[in-house]
């Protein structure tokens, strides 16, 4: 069976990656208002090919920004039942000036596929789609039954999937998800997921004097709105990267020590890891933890960004009124984004400077999450990897989030299976994203053989 799905994919490499690249070409940028009309061509190119592959039920459902696309294929009594997400929005792909080629013509470059969202996550999401068009090209029909949930707002908070997963359990029904959206560990070597940090990703707003004053004629007297807010986010960190907001770490639950001793064992040089993937002069952080477990298994704080006052060309000496800082944290297991967000605005308020207001405003929160690698398809799924590949599976955690995982382990009781096939320096969110190419055909076949032992 797998030999003829594997010659399928063999035969059709060039049309699927053809395929692939026209899907690309679609900027759907979901947090781009502009861009709202290529978000919706992407959700139907998404069920164009749901259906040329075979699917049924194809819906194309409105949400209160970018469409959601279902489709399903029940005709396997008996047989378990596979829920595949994956989404078809992008990160803007800002700075364009440094893109070697234009961000949405996918150009083919030393065996690499470079384009916006060519990793994360249209090619992901399209390995998913091909293999079932391998299959049902192969053998007539399908081992197990099918559903697919499609987003286009991963990128920005996933609001509207988040709600309708849990408004329609019952439709969405299944025994276990499958999401490609990450990566190996390293190159050509099998790696399944199980574990996801959570995020909470907030704006902090500060407000200073009623309108930006002059430096010269009220310096020394009227509050900054931007040194308050660096004044107050420099206490909340402090310079080994241990967060200091009371309450926020408290429960977080270490690795298990057998997690520990699978993590010394992956193959991992430091150094290359600041070189290559960094790219800074020296790795941070809690000195007292592995760089693993800084990524994997701690909580963080990152400011992304702070606005405010006169950025232009040259100079304008003013005290700015008004100041905005994007702030998020990743969260792990036993932190919950209720009690984060508490500690968050708590902390906030009691560490406004003097003559600053401030507001707290949440933009998205999502749990951490743990995968049981015991579970009987997690152990399919790492025999179909291993066969494709030929080595045995390694199983890590992600630094990510990917807030639908927690979405279905809440409301639909399942598991998700994490199969990527990106990697490490694809550059996701960066300009010259890349997927291998190769990769993408492992995936196909991986994806096929997956669905095929599972079904058995």
Known sequence: MSQATDAFVLQNQERFLDELKEFIRIPSVSTLPENAGDAARAAQFVAGSLKAAGMENIEIIATARHPLVYADWLHAPGKPTVLCYGHYDVQPPDPVEEWKTPPFEPTERDGNLYARGSSDDKGQLYMHIKAIETLRSVHGTLPLNLKFIVEGEEEVGGASISKYVAENPDKLKADVALVSDTALYADGMPTLCIGLRGLVYTEVEASGPSRDLHSGLYGGTAPNAIFGLIELLAKAKDASGRILIPGMCDEVAPPAPAEKASWDSLPFNPREFLEKEVGSSELTGEADCTVFERIWARPTMEVHGIAGGFTGAGAKTVIPAKATAKVSFRLVPNQTPEKVIAAWKEFVARNTPAGIRTEVRVLSAAPAVLVDPDHPAIGVAARAFA?????????????????????????????????????????????????????????IRTVARFFAQYGA
């Open 387 to 443: 066969e494709v590949l030929g080595r045995p599976t390694v199983f890590i955690r992600s630094g990510g989030s990917i807030p639908i995982v927690g979405e279905f382990a809440k409301h639909l009781g399942i598991p998700t299976i994490l199969l990527g096939l990106g990697l490490p320096d694809d550059g996701l969110h960066s300009p010259n994203e890349k997927f291998k190419v190769g990769n993408f055909y492992l995936g």
